[in-house]
């Protein structure tokens, strides 16, 4: 190293700051803010705590970006955020900063369950992470929220351990809000909604809810979310609820309906509403009760309640409201259909054949003469590329029928199929190869695959230019 090799310099110069803090709240208006990022993100690197925590609590900047500055850390990142959030209640302690003025923290990204991945192909569009219209505290915090005590969930013990101290809160800007298992207490979730801008959210996700009166408490927040476009319900059981067909409590029964119109009548307000996926709910005989107060054109719709828990009131409520002229996605999986009128499926997939893309209907326990049942609206459906309908259980020719009717077609189209169930002692490669002589008969170019688990198959039809 010589003194010519301003580089050097500058990293000795570096780790010299990154041993004590003591520099950052006079530094914090002198340094250039690039060299004042770069040394923050040493700091993170290197686990450099207490340097982190004094920046943080003398940034110079209105904005303080973590899901850049954040962006290539894998480890030690709930360490950092620990710290990061530390800073922050000393910040709100102090009030309103007088250099820098108010301060807009940008948060990473909460973890991706699973139930995000199931959910990401049936979602139509990218929700924006829109920048609030103007700062109402000294200090805002924007990034996704998450009402689910756990370790990894630093925001929420941020803002729950101010609410019990009786500290003031941050602004907070949510584009994504999540309620899940092992909430904290109403009132303490109730004075963290009061800071939220409700008019922000696009996505509500509500799931493992065992207390179905939570439902009654979220529904006045509802009515102001105006620009949610996404509402997911997943696996909604009360506790000690015994699933009977039909059940046997008719009080239990009738409070949850009460419980579901409160909640679904603030629907109304939502004036940007696309998405609406309910899985694992009991909803015997409520489905109406979402339709009809739903005011814009869905664009897709999941319904996969708790086994035999849907009637023929359900299946009609689908063609009975003009949320679902225009779906795009229908998912009905997992539903079992073969005891309800089928018939009433068929008109609601008829009223939306001209917009309809994709068609889950697999596992649902439908037989021949429920495929025959539907098969004239599968027809009129246009537009389908994707259309599920394995863990059926329907015959060789029933499924040649199929495929007779739908194919060809002039647009791209994937097809899987269950494995007919007369072929049990074929070989299942034998009875997809013999399906070649009636594809090439219909003059279509596909490809059949038989999947991993050998009980479906797909046929895929592709074309390279469509025809309008």
Known sequence: MT??????????????????????????????????????????????????????????????????????????????????????????????????????????????????????????????????????????????LSFQEADWNLLLSFLTCRVEEGKALPQLYCRKLTFADHLPEYQVIEKILANVQLDGVEELKIYYITKMDFLSMIAPYLSQMVHLKILTLQTLIPRDWILMHPPQDKHRTDQLDTIYKEFTSQLAYLRQFQHLHIIDAYLRGNINHFLKHIETHLESLTISPIYYTLDNSDLKSLSLYPCTRRLKVLNFSKNLLAHLNVKLLGAAILRTSDTLEHLDLSYCDLRDSHLNTILPALIRCSRLRLFKFSGNCVRTSILKRLLRRILPTKKSRCLVLPLPHNSDREDPLVFVSGLVPLLEGLGVLCKIHLNPNEVSFEVRVDVLMEQS
């Open 3 to 144: 003194m010519f090799n301003p580089q050097c310099l500058f990293d000795l110069t570096k780790q010299s700051l990154l041993k004590n803090e003591s520099w950052v709240p006079v530094a914090s208006q002198l340094i250039p803010f690039l060299i004042w990022e770069d040394l923050f993100m040493e700091a993170v690197s290197g686990r450099h705590m207490a340097v982190v925590e004094a920046m943080v609590a003398s940034w110079p900047s209105p904005c303080l970006d973590l899901t850049s500055l954040m962006r290539d850390q894998q480890l030690g990142a709930l360490v950092t955020l620990h710290s990061v959030f530390k800073a922050l209640g000393v910040l709100l302690d102090q009030g309103p900063r007088r250099t820098a003025g108010h301060l807009r923290v940008l948060l990473p990204a909460a973890p991706v369950t699973w139930l995000d991945k199931e959910l990401e192909s049936l979602r139509c569009g990218k929700c924006s992470r829109a920048a609030p219209r103007k700062p109402l505290v000294g200090m805002e915090v924007v990034g996704d």
